[in-house]
């Protein structure tokens, strides 16, 4: 009797083990390499900041309250035959009056940090420092006090695309040099108001969709479409703001205040079709350097762009005929004051693509940024699809660029600022589809800090709820809460990814076999029945 219960043990052990051992994936059907998609359990190290991002256009509404000044996100949006539907961000989410609510729902998920940004037409509604919108600087004290009085810290990004419209006007925005100086002073303000509360800034979120949806294709707001010239003099005009940012808070905020300033770049990953080819692995680099590297590159790097960029450009702008490149030279001065001045690196990412190396250039007119960077990059039909079209969850994508990132940038500290997935716009609480890229996205994070040695200290999930997704509108649900948009009140319910967020953000990761320890309980549950009943029989 005694050696059958033995054998029953081991027997019931070997299942536990196995069963722990064999390898689980998320997307069982698509990603389902053992090597690189089972889910690796494991922790981030002690001290991971886990966050959820918003930015101030797609959620505060309260478009012309209390003083705050037109962006050209209002005027876009207004003028009708842009949005989807032609919504608006006038009320959003209401959260200019509902901060309380957004921070209680923070707390409830176990949050310590929160991303936003500053409306800057709010604080100054000309954009310029003459003219200080009081009311506009209490809310955002008004908001960050909630913050951390419920141990939130803020991280706080000073441009989500909504520039003051009256800077639009007067000098065409990022397209004039003017430019510099006031984002300076806004950004001055802002280090002075807020920075002895805040001590993570980040001066820009996405430059690459300013530049290119904003200024090249025109589908964003200001909607100049201006190819293949005005985006490099928009990203030109972004860096030296970005660098000026960075040392009006060196000289004079760091030592006291002591935070950090980064900026947030946009990239998906672009993996190399096959490997093994050199130029699948040179085209993968191009793609990245034409994405990422165009800003990385002189911020982070050496102060003037990546080489492939000048010399592509270069040459590509002689054969449309251009005296000299579509691309803008930085002075030998202006290197010296733009290179490094990110003192760490916040990266938005949401998808991947294959890429190939292209046969030939295409040096035909109207140039374009695609044009130059002439990547073919495609998506398989077979990957997840998600509530937008540009959105196809891959998740080992973000463990190669985190991993590119820390490569290129020599180790720098760096934040996903941005990860998440939209449904369509309907009412769904039990949102699988966004547990499962969270899931998988996260995991993948882990291994690149685990087991790649990436300097990734910390995510934020987009988004904390539903909100304003620009040229799509309302359509489109990032949120882990719904929200009823057609409710005065902006109710928030939250969705079942905000309990499955707020549990791994408790563990701090993937708890050890945590179906593996329910079958040894099981196991060992079994056997005491068994043995009081083996004693109960002798
Ligand atoms: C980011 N694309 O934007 C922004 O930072 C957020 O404001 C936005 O809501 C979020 O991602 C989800 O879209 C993107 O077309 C917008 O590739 C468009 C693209 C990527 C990012």
Known sequence: ?????????????????????????????????????????????????????????????????????????????????????????????????????????????????????????????????????????????????????????????????????????????WMSEDIVEDFANYASLCFERFGDRVKFWLTFNEPWIISLLGYESGVFAPGVQESGTTPYIVTHNLIKSHARAWHIYDEEYRSTQEGEVGITLNSDWNEPHNRSNPDHVAASDQAMQF?????????????????????????????????????????????????????????????????????????????????????????????????????????????????????????????????????KDVFELNDESRIKFYKSYINEVLKAVKIDGANCRGYAAWSLMDNFEWGAGYSERFGMHYVDFTDDDRPRQPKNSALFYSSLVKDNGYVVGSSCVAVISTSLLLLTLFSSLFRSLC
């Open 1 to 173: 009797m005694a050696s059958l219960l033995a054998k029953t043990l081991c027997f019931i052990l070997l299942l536990a083990v196995s069963s722990a051992s064999d390898p689980e994936f998320v997307y069982d059907d698509v990603f389902n390499d053992p090597e690189r998609d089972a889910l690796y359990y494991d922790t981030f190290p002690e001290g991971f900041i886990w966050s959820s991002a918003t930015s101030a256009y797609q959620i505060e509404g309260a478009w012309n309250e209390d003083g705050k000044g037109p962006s050209i996100w209002d005027t876009w949006t207004h003028e009708g035959g842009n949005v989807h539907n032609d919504e608006t961000g006038d009320v959003a989410c209401d959260s200019y009056h509902k901060y309380k609510e957004d921070v209680a729902m923070m707390k409830n998920l176990g949050l310590k940090y929160y991303r936003f940004s500053i409306a800057w037409s709010r604080v100054l509604p000309n954009g310029t420092i003459d003219n200080i919108n009081e009311l506009g600087i209490q809310y955002y004290n008004n908001l960050i006090d909630e913050l951390i009085a419920n141990g939130i810290q803020p991280m706080v990004t000073l441009y989500h695309w909504d520039l003051p419209q009256a800077l639009h006007d007067s000098y065409g925005g």
């Open 291 to 423: 994405n990422l590297g165009w800003f990385a590159h002189p911020i982070y790097k050496n102060g003037d762009y990546p080489e492939i960029m000048k010399t592509r450009i270069a040459n590509i702008s002689a054969q449309q005929g251009y005296p000299k490149s579509r691309l803008p030279e930085f002075t030998e001065e202006e290197k010296a004051y733009i290179a490094k001045t990110g003192d760490f690196f916040g990266l938005n990412h949401y998808s991947s693509n294959y890429v190939v190396n292209a046969d030939s250039v295409d040096y035909s007119t109207p140039p374009s940024w695609g044009k130059d960077a002439n990547i073919p990059t495609w998506k398989e039909e077979e990957w997840p699809s998600s509530g937008s079209d540009w959105l196809k969850p891959v998740p080992w994508g973000i463990r190669q660029i985190l991993i590119w990132i820390d490569k290129e940038y020599d180790g720098i500290e760096s934040y996903v600022t941005e990860n998440g997935v939209s449904t």
